[in-house]
């Protein structure tokens, strides 16, 4: 029988939050957007449906253009994904092999190991404090082997953060031939001036890479796209090693139209910040303790993980679907992604329910 590489049997995938059979269902375990998609976007998507025979634009031309216009950066140093994932999963790909180590904060995104071990190198994590990334602790852990560092920025399922300070110590500290990969997928929910998603030094540097994504706040997880923004080095090893029509002409038009659509981000962004303030009260009064977070989630401890596991189980049965952290080293924990104010009124008094049965 024909095997795979060692390091593929390794790997555990990587299971989504659940979400029942899509009908009559309120899904907080994924941390989508509340409000769907942007309406510029469907209104878009709907108008390129008749275009569909055609291939799309490989090098995503117009919307790399409007997002160095955004972000005032060049579109040169730009690279479009089918998501972020595919950026992270490249940059694995491309930087690292056997014996090579990639290193992470011990609660980081699920996907920075599997992409490490499809790649044939070694996860390695580093120790947190306080749930959030410790500079000290990942710089402690570089050895010879470390080819990637990946920082998300926020974090998820934490919800935590570092400083601008914090981040700039941890690049200064890393060696030249160490990449560092900001993950800033939730940026857009930050309001710290203090906080940097790291485009600023992107283009001055030799080994800092940006992630993003517009999962998130633009709503358009359905049509995976995401971007990379980093040095012209690490952008020309990017292209060569992706598909050559990696990101659908939908998605890049519905980005397109997203990016446009300041109204229905302004109206998410607020209700981000009302909602989740709102919940962590109720939820508190309950007796939970419930993490601070800079994103589009909660992380609520529940203390023992039979009463994690029978709050998730209560909520499910009655369709409501929040997402269990032990996959994260958190088995304790539950993440709720904040949804309409509706559904996370009908998600908190369940859990009332479950608390006074």
């Known amino acids: 029988m024909i095997k795979a590489r060692p390091s593929i049997y390794d790997i555990s995938p990587y299971i ?29 998507v709907k108008n390129a449906a008749s275009d569909l025979h055609i291939y799309p634009d490989g090098g995503c031309t117009q919307l790399r253009a409007a997002l160095a216009i955004k972000n005032n950066i060049s579109a040169d140093n730009i690279v479009c994904g089918a ?35 499809a790649a044939g190198g070694t996860p390695v994590t580093a120790p947190e404090e306080n749930l959030t990334a410790s500079v000290d602790a990942l710089l402690a852990a570089v050895t010879s082997k470390t080819k990637i560092v990946f920082i998300a920025n926020p974090n998820n399922p934490t919800g935590s953060y570092l400083k601008r300070d914090e981040v700039k110590r941890l690049h200064a500290g890393l060696p030249d031939d ?13 309001d710290d ?14 080994n800092i890479i940006v992630t993003r994504t517009f999962s998130k706040i633009y709503g358009l997880g359905g049509l995976r796209l995401g971007w990379g923004h980093g040095p012209a080095h690490v952008i020309d090893v990017l292209n060569r090693v992706r598909g050559p029509f990696n990101v659908s002409s939908i998605a890049q038009i519905a980005g397109l139209a997203a990016l446009s659509d300041d109204d229905f981000i302004t109206r998410a962004l607020s209700h981000n910040k009302i909602c989740a303030a709102a919940c962590t009260t109720k939820l508190e009064g309950m007796g939970f303790t419930v993490y601070p977070s800079a ?13 994690a596991d029978a709050i998730c189980a209560a909520l499910k049965s009655r369709n409501i679907f929040i997402r269990q952290m032990g996959g994260y080293g958190l088995p304790t924990c539950l993440r709720i992604s904040i949804g309409t104010t509706e ?12 608390i006074n049965a």
């Open 16 to 44: 989504g939050g659940e979400s029942g059979d899509q009908s009559n269902v309120i899904k907080l375990s994924s941390n989508e957007g509340p409000f769907g998609p942007p309406p510029k976007a469907i209104e878009a």
């Open 83 to 117: 998501g972020s994932d595919e950026i992270i999963a490249l940059l694995c790909q491309a930087y690292v092999g056997e014996g090579d180590e990639v290193l992470y904060s011990q609660h980081g995104f699920l996907m920075y190991a599997i992409s490490t071990k």
């Open 178 to 190: 160490i990449l560092l990969v900001i993950d800033a997928a939730y940026t857009e929910y930050v």
């Open 193 to 206: 001036v203090d906080y940097t998603d790291g485009h600023e030094w992107v283009e001055q540097s030799n």
């Open 295 to 307: 994103a589009n989630f909660l992380l609520v401890e529940c203390d023992a993980v039979d009463k």
């Open 343 to 354: 559904q996370m009124d009908i998600a908190i008094s369940a859990i009332n329910d479950y």
